[in-house]
Each structure stands twice: as C-alpha cells, then as structure tokens.
C-alpha cells in the first residue's frame, strides 16, 4: 500500500472444505477461531461501500471538499516501522472532525515485513522471532489507535507485502507473525484484519483457514487491480472464507481524482467489513442531572448521574425502554447506557448517524444454521459459514444446544445458537452483550 504495492496475478489454491456437521462439531476455545475479549466500554463498527487510501492522511479542509465524493471511509496509516509517510494531520482531533462528517476509517498499520519480500531496509520477520513480533505489532497498533481515540472493538488491518511464496521459511514466519497480531489484537479486545497481496499473502492465509496451528483474522483486504469491485470471485480465495462483511478490495492503484476541487492522489477501495470504532461528543439536554444505567432500560440499576449541559462520549446506539418518544439508548465511554431522549444527537425519535450500532463480533467455529427464532424449532433462514462474523446484538435463552441455551440475535435480525459463537462462554450470557 501507499507507495509499495505488487503486481497481482492469479495464484491457484487447494478448496479446504468448509462445511462441518453442527452435530458434531465442538465450539473453537483456540486457534483458528479465537475468541475476543471485548471490554464494556467497546463495540464494532463496519462499513460498506467505496473508500480510498493515500499515502498521507489529507488536512481536514480536504476531506470536507471530497464530500463530494462517492467515499464516505478511508484508510489511514496510524503507526509502523515501515509506514512510508509522514502524517501531520492524522491526530486525535482529525480523527474526531473526521468521524463526525460521517466518514469511517479503516486503520493501517505497516511494520516488519517478509525476509523474502518488501524493501531492503524494512525491519524483517525473523523466524526465530516471528510470534513476539506479531504480538509486539498489536500492542503498538493499539497504543498508536488509542493515542488517536480509536477505542476497542476497532479493527486494524496489518500490511504485509509480496514476497516469495517459494522460500517456506519466510512464508512460514509471516503466518507465525500473522497468528501472533490476531491472537493478540483478540487478548485486547479488538478485531484483526491483514491487508496481503493476493498474489502469495492472502493465498497462503487462504491455505491456513482452518488450521489449529494458527489464528485466523477476522477480516482480509486484498490488492487485484482489476477495476473490479466484486468483493467475491477472488483467484485463490474460496468465496466461503471470510464471506460474512469479512472483506476488501483495493481495486486500482495510485492516480489522481478531483471532488470539490481538490486533488488527491488515491488507491480505490470496496468494502464490507470492520473498521474503527470511535466516541462522538455530544451534550445532556434533560433540564435535571440524567441517570446513566448499567443497561438501556429504566429497569437497570443507576452507575452515575450526568449534569445537565454536561458533554458526555458516546460508542454506540441500541434499542431499549421507551422514553419520551424514542426507544434508543446511547451506549458511553465508560460502558453505561443513557436514554436517547436527552442527548443532544440528531434524532430524538430514531437511530443517529454517524453513531453505529451496538454490536459484538465473533467468528463461528463451525457451519452454523440462521433461524427466524431462538430455537431449533424455528424456521431456517440461511447458513453462517465456519468462521464467519456473527454481529451479535443481544443474547436470550432458548432451545438447548449442546451445553447451552442461550442464542444469539444478528445484526441483521437473525438468530445462531450460542454454542458454536466463540466468544467468552457457552453456557451462559457473554458481557458485554446486551440481553433481548
């Protein structure tokens, strides 16, 4: 990416069979499918459609010309060894303005690179040292984010350049250092995504899919500058594997586009999975102090109370208790939950952009069956492939399986038994989840 990208060519892979019985498949406690340990203060945000990425970060004055744009996300490069330029604009405050245009923003982060690839001067993955240098990887991947307001439940995506697919020892050590960076980002309590060249990177992860040797990221952004948008269809890449908002493509490299007449020099991006998740600022607007609860009812115990006029951070929106005339509770910065009602955002009735939805995501460890219930008894309504993200927004018990009850609503209104989503538990309710 930015200034080092490969040319791509077609690159043919064995077909790993995906599909496992859910009568005998076991939940994943570990590698591929590990689990996230997200935080209450924390939640995913995706997105889908066109987006870009440049070199630099533009100055704000640049991003509010390009709203003219077809893009409404872009990516950024917050920190790396090997980062090519330099990024005066990309601060805490810029990140904040940003967000608040309603663009979305998909972390990059660039640091060792394969022995048998990238430039000469690049640190290098070492394969006594591979898995301390994944893991060092996350850990300042998340510093750099946080420094930035990026808070967790973001994703963050790892660059890895070409290299030799021929040299198994390098390419061993880059999916050690790979395994490392997820295992790590999950530990922390965000999500892992790796930016490959499809040519060697993203078809040697491909291969590991379903490997117990190595963690699996949760999402894969591959460079084939094909002019295509279709984020299926990859040479390679079984349209299986990370196919639930798991993917995207950089589709053309580096030229020059014009909106509100300013001109940047871009890569081209489709895309449909996570990205970063930041605070919005916004103000209590009750005429008294607002009660702060530890869940979006009326019912749930008072955490603090917020004065009047005060600014509070909000992550995310959910449904809850009527107040007033909407249903909408606004999730904090400090995992608390306040009525829409009395928060200065834009609807007092619906949802708010650019605020996302609260939501938790975990990869499958197993082919799972989609109900219109939670329950077996329910109707059938698709299937979640192995590793692929349930979004879930809230948890309610229902029919048994294997050692649970409990099952899982979806983003998309859908519901998944609990037992074969990795997150923290399958026997009982995973905080920070919300209950139905």
């Known amino acids: 990416m930015g200034t080092l990208r490969g040319v791509l060519s077609a690159a043919a892979i064995s077909l790993v069979s995906l599909v496992m019985s859910v009568a005998t498949a076991v939940p994943a406690v570990a590698d591929p499918a590990t689990s996230i340990a997200y935080p209450n203060a924390s939640t995913n945000t995706r997105y889908v459609g066109r987006a870009f990425d440049a070199c630099t970060a533009p100055p704000l004055e640049t991003i509010k010309a390009w709203g003219a744009s077809p893009y409404r996300a872009l990516g950024v490069y917050i920190g790396g060894d090997s980062r090519t330029c330099a990024q005066p604009n990309l601060t805490a405050s810029w990140v904040t303005a940003v967000s608040r245009l309603g663009w979305k923003l998909i972390p990059i982060y660039k640091r060792a690179q394969p022995t048998c690839g990238g430039r000469a001067t690049d640190p290098k993955i070492l394969p006594s040292t591979a898995a301390a240098q994944g893991r060092a990887a996350a850990d300042d991947a998340i510093a750099k984010a946080a420094a930035l307001g990026m808070v967790r439940g973001s994703a963050f995506y790892n660059d890895i350049e070409a290299y030799d697919r021929t040299d198994i020892t390098c390419r061993n050590a880059v999916l050690s250092y790979e395994s490392a960076w997820t295992r790590q980002l999950h530990a922390r309590?965000?999500?892992?995504?790796?930016?490959?060249n499809l040519m060697n990177g993203a078809a040697d992860t491909a291969a590991v899919y379903t490997?117990?040797?190595?963690?699996?990221?949760?999402?894969?952004?591959?460079?084939?500058?094909?002019?295509?948008?279709?984020?299926?269809?990859?040479?390679?890449?079984?349209?299986?594997?990370?196919?639930?908002?798991?993917?995207?493509?950089?589709?053309?490299?580096?030229?020059?586009?014009?909106?509100?007449?300013?001109?940047?020099?871009?890569?081209?991006?489709?895309?449909?999975?996570?990205?970063?998740?930041?605070?919005?600022?916004?103000?209590?607007?009750?005429?008294?102090?607002?009660?702060?609860?530890?869940?979006?009812?009326?019912?749930?115990?008072?955490?603090?109370?917020?004065?009047?006029?005060?600014?509070?951070?909000?992550?995310?929106?959910?449904?809850?208790?009527?107040?007033?005339?909407?249903?909408?509770?606004?999730?904090?910065?400090?995992?608390?939950?306040?009525?829409?009602?009395?928060?200065?955002?834009?609807?007092?009735?619906?949802?708010?952009?650019?605020?996302?939805?609260?939501?938790?995501?975990?990869?499958?460890?197993?082919?799972?069956?989609?109900?219109?219930?939670?329950?077996?008894?329910?109707?059938?309504?698709?299937?979640?492939?192995?590793?692929?993200?349930?979004?879930?927004?809230?948890?309610?018990?229902?029919?048994?399986?294997?050692?649970?009850?409990?099952?899982?609503?979806?983003?998309?209104?859908?519901?998944?038994?609990?037992?074969?989503?990795?997150?923290?538990?399958?026997?009982?309710?995973s905080k920070p989840v919300q209950r139905c």
């Open 189 to 196: 309590g965000y999500v892992s995504g790796l930016y490959l």
């Open 211 to 429: 490997s117990t040797a190595y963690a699996r990221p949760d999402a894969i952004w591959v460079a084939r500058y094909d002019l295509s948008t279709s984020l299926t269809g990859w040479t390679g890449i079984p349209d299986s594997y990370w196919a639930v908002h798991q993917r995207g493509k950089q589709y053309r490299g580096s030229h020059d586009e014009t909106y509100g007449g300013v001109t940047l020099n871009i890569d081209n991006d489709q895309f449909d999975a996570p990205v970063a998740t930041v605070r919005y600022s916004y103000k209590v607007t009750s005429s008294s102090s607002l009660n702060a609860r530890t869940g979006p009812s009326t019912s749930y115990p008072v955490a603090r109370t917020i004065p009047s006029g005060t600014s509070i951070s909000v992550l995310c929106q959910t449904t809850g208790s009527t107040v007033g005339t909407t249903k909408v509770w606004d999730r904090l910065s400090d995992g608390n939950y306040v009525s829409d009602y009395y928060v200065s955002t834009p609807s007092r009735t619906s949802f708010s952009k650019p605020l996302p939805r609260c939501t938790y995501s975990w990869q499958v460890s197993a082919s799972v069956t989609l109900r219109t219930g939670p329950g077996t008894q329910y109707p059938k309504v698709g299937t979640l492939p192995n590793g692929g993200l349930a979004a879930v927004r809230c948890q309610k018990s229902g029919a048994l399986v294997g050692t649970t009850r409990m099952w899982d609503k979806l983003d998309d209104g859908k519901w998944v038994t609990d037992y074969y989503v990795t997150n923290p538990s399958n026997t009982t309710y």
